[in-house]
């Protein structure tokens, strides 16, 4: 027993001790907040908000429920999920975000919004923060908005859908999507 306090302690020490590998603790905020500190985990429900800044990578997460961890600096967030970043967000269903890797992972009638530039509906998309680019997959439909420039490669067509695009969200380009269907 005393050993399991003791463990406990150096876990929670840890947690509070912020290194420079560490993120900033994020902000959190809901209806319910339960943390376990033996597994480093915050438990959310209700209106849950966090919002995160690691080492540049400022995001914001909302959700009806979330699991966070801070041992693995990972988002499970579930029901009503909308991620935002910069000028865009993301709307789904399920989302996973994991911070080290500066990736996130939505699921489940995905709408992706580049405020005045374009909108997309799909039933996946994949975010890399690092790379700058969202891979869309499932029935993916593109509606640009009166500020979208097509490029030179892609224009793309409002009345088809696709099975596989990606969009620079820093040069605001598609690249040549994958399979389409009426």
Known sequence: MKLKIFLSAIIFLLLLVPGKSFAEMP??????IDFDILQGKYFLEKNVFVKVDNHGF??????????ISMVTKTCIAEGNVTFTHGNFSLACKKAFADWNDKKVDAQ???????????????EKATFSLDEKIIDFTGKVEIKPE?????????????????SHVRYNI????????EGSEK
């Open 27 to 32: 902000d959190v905020t809901a209806g319910k």
């Open 146 to 162: 009166k500020n979208f420039k097509p490029s030179e490669t892609f224009t793309p067509d409002k009345k088809k859908k696709y």
């Open 58 to 67: 400022t995001a914001t997460v909302a959700a009806d429920k979330a699991e």
């Open 108 to 122: 489940g009638k995905v709408k992706f919004i580049d405020k005045n530039i374009v909108n997309v509906n799909s």
């Open 170 to 177: 820093e040069t605001k380009e598609f690249s040549q999507p």
